[in-house]
Each structure stands twice: as structure tokens, then as C-alpha cells.
């Protein structure tokens, strides 16, 4: 199970680096006449289209394969956006306790409690819909989670001896934090980036088939879903092969996170 | 809540200063305040040392899981000099730290969950004499050891202590431990130092009976008589009585015990807070 979603991820991932050599033609190129074809093996199938065609005639290969650039590193984006951040209030709430933890929790509940897909609405709404601002708005909503994680951690290694010890030393806050805390707090983190990623790539590829992410004619998988729902019916691959991506790509990186959950602390079950 | 109370101690230079106390009577935080993880509410510490390391129960938990010895124990050196990064060139003064503290060469490679309890405890010390420090508080240092390898971290405690003029703050719980070890004992209980003194007196002719009964229920101490033990519990820190706070458990208990804390009882460089011993020393005297 582990190593199939690892091939997987790292399928994706391929595609996404290499996209611009491995896609047959350009994402946006048109074809005459050959709409919503079917993929081979199918009734009306054209052999040089092997996914098919989309709506306008495009290469529906092609489109994935920008897709899993886009998705992918979108992902990447919201989790590198969503880690700095989290990680950096998350050190800070946990480090100084008192009240600005207190506060810093209370505004992260906050966040918490509203739907994240509600709350990537609203900032979406804020900046207008765009991939980028689709990728901010995922990270907002990534926020409080890592911030939890990575406080708990900071808290539970700052009251262990050898952080004590360093202090004793005269060594500042910056400096235990650094160099003594966040080391020894790499596995919840860790775990945290491999699941931030793929609730990443779920959120983007949301707010793009709310329309509210990635604009078409963009190749993202969620833009494709919406701009192919329309043809359910009459053509269901169209919804069915980018659907199947974001699937594929969530649920391998939600089997790699739970299982290095696993591997590094079996307590971190419970958080 | 107060852990301690009126705590008044002293210790000398390349002297061993051991408390000792039943758990929950204050001698952990008597350590945090000594080396400053805690300030005191009310009262000073006084030392001619900005720095005084510690050394903790725990030696797994005090080195830092993924530094390797050689890092750990010049660790203190780079805080002090505001370096971030070990380099090559502090191979050597690990090497010379290992060496004061026992510890050979190919263990500086290592992680500390890589090596014994006494080897970390070793690395504990020397991290704690980095910076040549003249004052060390031991918390509990052998505890966790084993009764071979306890010997081998005390007797190179007494070694470095004479070579170096070390004074040591030793606490522990373990009688035999503190009679190979320290010059000078203060018996804590309840936040309190209810005697202190020279560690040979007062671990053979203990004068307040809570040391007396501590004695007792230590059964190296004791051959042959049954092991007497302290009855009942100590009384919760958090309600504050009048009077001695032994009274509840105190075989000598006097009416006047229950109301009114004892004074010091001072006779030469010994020391007692306990009415009846007070009372009965001004007798014989």
C-alpha cells in the first residue's frame, strides 16, 4: 500500500517536472472537429488522442499533465506558505506561553471553527479569483493546524531537561528554539507537511471548480472538473480522468503521511 | 503555594553540600532556584559564579537527542562565544572535557541514547564543568544508576572535586550516598531546613527527630533493630499550620509544638529548629 502511493506520488510528480517533454501537445492547442472524443478503446476513439479530447478539442493527456504541474505545485505553494507561517506562530505560542499563547490559540480556534472551504472563500472573495490567490486562501485555512501541532511539540520539548540545561547556560530564546526545540519536534511537523500537502491540493482544486481558483482555459484539475461538468452524461471521462487524479494524488499522500505518522510516533495518534 | 521557606544555606569552597529530604519536601525546586530556572519570590542567592550548571536526574533527558557527545559538551562554549555551529576546531576542547570526565575518545561519535547510564551521566558532568565552573548543583545525579556505576560517578566527583576545588550541592535521598559523599548535610522537610551540619554528625547523632526517623527507616544504617518508619504522610504544602511542621508525625510531639514554629537552635556549626531537643540541650548544657 505504502509503495504503491510513494510510485504514485512520484508518477506525479514526474509528470509535473517533466510535463513540457512527456505532453504530446501544448495544453491549450485546439483541434478541428474532434470533440469530447473518447479515450482508446472506446467507440469513436482517435488514436492520437489517447485520453481523449475535451469540449474545444483539446488533448486531454496534455491538459492532465499541466494539471499535475499546476495542482502539484500548488500543493507545494500552500504547504511551504502554510508550514513557514505555522511553524514560526506555532514556535512562538508554544516558547512564551502565557498570554500570547493564549491569545494566538484563541485566534487560531477562531479560524478553526469556520469551515475551511467557507473561510478560502472569503479570502478568495477578498483578493479575486485567481491560482495564486487560490493558493494563499488554501494556506490560510492550513494555518491552525500546524500552529496546534507545532505549539503542543514546542511545549512538551521546552519543560525536558536538556532545554533547561541550555537555558542555564545563558543560552537565548532564539537560540533554544532553533537549535534545541524545533529539532526534536521534526516528526509531528513532518507528518503534518506530508498531509498539509495533500489537503493542499484538495483546497485548490476545490476553489478551481467553484471557479473561485485557477481561471479557464487553465489545465488545473479542479478548473478541468468545472469546466467539464456540463458533460456528465454526454461525456463522463471529461469529469471522470481529473477526477481520478486529485483522488489518486490526496489519497497516496494521506497513505504516506498516516503511515510516516506511524514510523516516527506511534503517540502522535493521538494529537 | 510556598515550596520552600526560610532556607539559609551555605557551602564552601570544595565542599559538598548534600540536602536531603523525603520527595515533595522542596529539593528539586531548592535546585531550579539555586541555578536560576526559577526566581524566588522573596530572597537572594548569592554567588561569586554568573553560571551554575546543573546536573540533572535524568541523563537521557538532559542531552540533547540528536547532538552527538562531542557537540553536547562544548555546547556551553559556543553559548558563551554565540556561535551556532560546532566546527572541527572544538574537536579538540571536547576531547579535553571527555578527558577530564572520563570518557574515551570513540565516544564522542555517539548519540546519547547510544550510550550507558554512566557514560551519560559522565557526559552531564562534564557538559556542567565546560566552563570551568567552581560551583555544581547535582540534582539526584545517581538515582537512576546502577549501585557499580553509582560508585564510579561519585568517586569522579570526589576526584574532580580535589582537583579542581570544586563545591558541589549534592540532592539526594540516598543516606548511603550522602555519607560518601558530602562534608556538610541540610535536611529539608516541607520547605524548611530543620538541621544541618557537618555530614558526620548529623548522620550518626541526628538531634531533630525528623532526621532521627530518616535515619532510622535507611536500612544500612541500621543493623539489627527493626526498621522504624515515619508514620503517616507530611502535610499538604498548600494549608499552612502553625507550629512545627513535623508535629503531625513526631514521636517527641509537645503541645507547645503545635503552635509555634521553632527557632534555630544553634551549637557550633550545627543546626536545629525542634523545641524539645532545644529544651532538652539547654538542660544537659
Known amino acids: 500500500m505504502k509503495r504503491l502511493a510513494l510510485a504514485t506520488i512520484g508518477f506525479f510528480l514526474l509528470l509535473a517536472v517533466l510535463g513540457p517533454w512527456l505532453a504530446p501537445y501544448s495544453a491549450s492547442q485546439t483541434f478541428e472537429g474532434v470533440y469530447r472524443l473518447p479515450p482508446l478503446g472506446f467507440d469513436g476513439a482517435d488514436?492520437?488522442?489517447?485520453?481523449?479530447?475535451?469540449?474545444?478539442?483539446?488533448?486531454?493527456?496534455?491538459?492532465?499533465?499541466?494539471?499535475?504541474?499546476?495542482?502539484?505545485?500548488?500543493?507545494?505553494?500552500?504547504?511551504?506558505?502554510?508550514?513557514?507561517?505555522?511553524?514560526?506562530?506555532?514556535?512562538?505560542?508554544?516558547?512564551?506561553?502565557?498570554w500570547l499563547e493564549s491569545v494566538i490559540l484563541r485566534l487560531m480556534d477562531t479560524l478553526m471553527a469556520l469551515p475551511s472551504i467557507l473561510l478560502a472563500i472569503v479570502v478568495v472573495t477578498i483578493l479575486g479569483p485567481s491560482l495564486t490567490n487560490a493558493v494563499l486562501a488554501a494556506a490560510v485555512t492550513s494555518i491552525p493546524g500546524v500552529v496546534r501541532v507545532v505549539r503542543a511539540a514546542i511545549a512538551i520539548e521546552k519543560t525536558k531537561s536538556y532545554a533547561l540545561s541550555s537555558r542555564l547556560f545563558g543560552a537565548g530564546s532564539l537560540r533554544t528554539?532553533?537549535?534545541?526545540?524545533?529539532?526534536?519536534?521534526?516528526?509531528?511537523?513532518?507528518?503534518?507537511?506530508?498531509?498539509?500537502?495533500?489537503?493542499?491540493?484538495?483546497?485548490?482544486?476545490?476553489?478551481?471548480?467553484?471557479?473561485?481558483?485557477?481561471?479557464?482555459?487553465?489545465?488545473?484539475?479542479?478548473?478541468?472538473?468545472?469546466?467539464?461538468?456540463?458533460?456528465?452524461?454526454?461525456?463522463?471521462?471529461?469529469?471522470?480522468?481529473?477526477?481520478l487524479c486529485i483522488l489518486a494524488v490526496i489519497l497516496s499522500v494521506n497513505i504516506l503521511g498516516d503511515s510516516l505518522r506511524d514510523r516516527l510516533d506511534p503517540k502522535l495518534r493521538k494529537l | 503555594m510556598r515550596a520552600l521557606r526560610g532556607v539559609d544555606l551555605e557551602v564552601g569552597e570544595g565542599e559538598t553540600l548534600a540536602i536531603v529530604g523525603e520527595s515533595g519536601c522542596g529539593k528539586s525546586t531548592l535546585a531550579r532556584l539555586l541555578v536560576g530556572l526559577e526566581k524566588p519570590d522573596r530572597g537572594v542567592i548569592e554567588t561569586s559564579e554568573s553560571i551554575i550548571p546543573m546536573v540533572f536526574?535524568?541523563?537521557?533527558?538532559?542531552?540533547?537527542?540528536?547532538?552527538?557527545?562531542?557537540?553536547?559538551?562544548?555546547?556551553?562554549?559556543?553559548?558563551?562565544?554565540?556561535?551556532?555551529?560546532?566546527?572541527?576546531?572544538?574537536?579538540?576542547?571536547?576531547?579535553?572535557?571527555?578527558?577530564k570526565v572520563g570518557i574515551t575518545a570513540e565516544l564522542l561519535g555517539r548519540f546519547p541514547h547510544e550510550l550507558s547510564g554512566g557514560q551519560r551521566q559522565r557526559v552531564n558532568i562534564g557538559r556542567a564543568l565546560a566552563l570551568d565552573s567552581k560551583i555544581l548543583v547535582l540534582d539526584e545525579p545517581v538515582s537512576a544508576l546502577d549501585v557499580s556505576i553509582q560508585a564510579q560517578i561519585l568517586n569522579l566527583l570526589k576526584e574532580l572535586q580535589a582537583t579542581q576545588g570544586l563545591s558541589l550541592i549534592f540532592i539526594s535521598h540516598d543516606l548511603s550516598v550522602v555519607r560518601f559523599i558530602a562534608q556538610r548535610v541540610a535536611v529539608l522537610y516541607l520547605g524548611r531546613v530543620v538541621e544541618s551540619g557537618p555530614a558526620r554528625e548529623v548522620l550518626t547523632k541526628a538531634q531533630h527527630p525528623y532526621t532521627e526517623t530518616l535515619l532510622q527507616?535507611?536500612?544500612?544504617?541500621?543493623?539489627?533493630?527493626?526498621?522504624?518508619?515515619?508514620?503517616?504522610?507530611?502535610?499538604?504544602?498548600?494549608?499552612?499550620?502553625?507550629?512545627?511542621?513535623?508535629?503531625?508525625?513526631?514521636?517527641?510531639?509537645?503541645?507547645?509544638?503545635?503552635?509555634?514554629?521553632?527557632?534555630?537552635?544553634?551549637?557550633?556549626?550545627?543546626?536545629?529548629?525542634?523545641?524539645?531537643?532545644?529544651?532538652?540541650?539547654?538542660?544537659e548544657n
Request: net charge negative.
Open chain 1, 47 to 98: 488514436a492520437r488522442f489517447i485520453l481523449g479530447t475535451d469540449d474545444v478539442g483539446r488533448d486531454q493527456v496534455s491538459r492532465l499533465i499541466e494539471g499535475a504541474r499546476l495542482s502539484l505545485f500548488a500543493g507545494l505553494a500552500v504547504t511551504l506558505i502554510s508550514m513557514s507561517l505555522g511553524v514560526l506562530i506555532g514556535a512562538i505560542a508554544g516558547w512564551s506561553g502565557g
Open chain 2, 57 to 99: 536526574q535524568d541523563s537521557l533527558g538532559s542531552l540533547h537527542p540528536r547532538r552527538r557527545v562531542e557537540q553536547i559538551l562544548v555546547e556551553p562554549i559556543l553559548i558563551r562565544e554565540g556561535r551556532w555551529r560546532f566546527t572541527p576546531a572544538d574537536r579538540g576542547r571536547a576531547e579535553a572535557i571527555a578527558a
Open chain 2, 217 to 283: 527507616s535507611d536500612p544500612d544504617a541500621t543493623d539489627g533493630p527493626p526498621v522504624r518508619v515515619v508514620q503517616g504522610e507530611p502535610p499538604s504544602p498548600l494549608e499552612v499550620l502553625p507550629g512545627c511542621s513535623f508535629a503531625g508525625r513526631c514521636p517527641l510531639v509537645q503541645p507547645i509544638c503545635r503552635t509555634e514554629y521553632p527557632a534555630a537552635t544553634v551549637r557550633g556549626d550545627r543546626q536545629f529548629s525542634c523545641h524539645v531537643r532545644a529544651q532538652a540541650d539547654g538542660t
Open chain 1, 177 to 243: 528554539v532553533v537549535l534545541d526545540l524545533l529539532p526534536n519536534c521534526m516528526a509531528p511537523i513532518l507528518v503534518q507537511l506530508t498531509l498539509g500537502f495533500g489537503d493542499g491540493v484538495l483546497n485548490v482544486a476545490a476553489l478551481g471548480f467553484l471557479g473561485l481558483g485557477a481561471r479557464p482555459p487553465s489545465a488545473e484539475w479542479g478548473t478541468m472538473l468545472a469546466d467539464a461538468k456540463g458533460f456528465v452524461e454526454s461525456a463522463p471521462f471529461l469529469v471522470v480522468l481529473p477526477g
